[in-house]
Structure formats: C-alpha cells, structure tokens
C-alpha cells in the first residue's frame, strides 16, 4: 500500500513537500516514481529514483525545481517541490515497480502498486 500526503494549496512560486509511505512490500526491492495528472490530461511521469536511492531522473518540466528522494529505513518516498507553477495544478500519485522489472520508469504502465493521489493546487 503506498499513501500519499502534503498535497495542498500554495501561491504561485510557493514549496511543497509530498510524501508517501510504502507498506506491506520490501520497499528497497522497489524502484520509486511519481506522476500527475491534470484533469482532462494523461497521466505524466514527473520523476523516480532508483531502489538503490542512486540514480534520479525527472521530467524537462520539473527539472531544478524538483527534487525526489527517499529513505529506505522510513519506507518513505519523498517529491519536493519548489519555485511552482500553475501549470504543476494536479492530482500526485507516487508508484512503485519491482526492481527486477522491465518497463521505462517513466511509462505508467511499468509500475506494480500506485497510491491514492494528493491534490495539488497552485494559484497565480
């Protein structure tokens, strides 16, 4: 099960840090990612970090204002969000896939186990 938390409203320019606490899977088995997705839009691939906690990789829209990390010993995935804009408006959802599986990281199709989505809202 992974839950997600810290969504909310901020002004344009505001932080925000999202978390989402695995359970019931060997969470260092797990490569980490996290997506969004806007209403009327596909869900997109923002970023992930490798189960090693080694390797990170994030999407052209979101790069130097996000930073995904994560801590093994707390089984927790963390995104945080900096200098944002409207346009990061949407519903967040972290997702886990077996280290071991195939599949891009950035296609939401790879992953085993998705959580319930935090709402992000961002005024201008």
């Known amino acids: 099960q992974l839950v997600e938390s810290g969504g909310g409203l901020v002004q344009a320019g505001g932080s925000l840090r999202l978390s989402c606490a695995a359970s019931g899977l060997t969470f260092s088995n797990y490569d980490m990612g996290w997506f969004r997705q806007a209403p009327g839009k596909e869900r997109e691939f923002v970023s992930f970090k490798l189960w090693s906690g080694g390797s990170t990789y994030y999407a052209d829209s979101v790069k130097g204002r996000f930073t995904i990390s994560r801590d093994n010993a707390k089984n927790t995935v963390y995104l945080q969000m900096n200098s944002l804009k409207p346009e990061d408006t949407a519903v967040y959802f972290c997702?886990?896939?077996?280290?071991?599986?195939?599949?891009?990281?950035?296609?939401?199709?790879?992953?085993?186990?998705w959580g319930q989505g935090t709402q992000v809202t961002v005024s201008s």
């Open positions: 997702a886990a896939v077996y280290v071991f599986n195939a599949g891009s990281r950035e296609y939401p199709g790879a992953y085993n186990y």
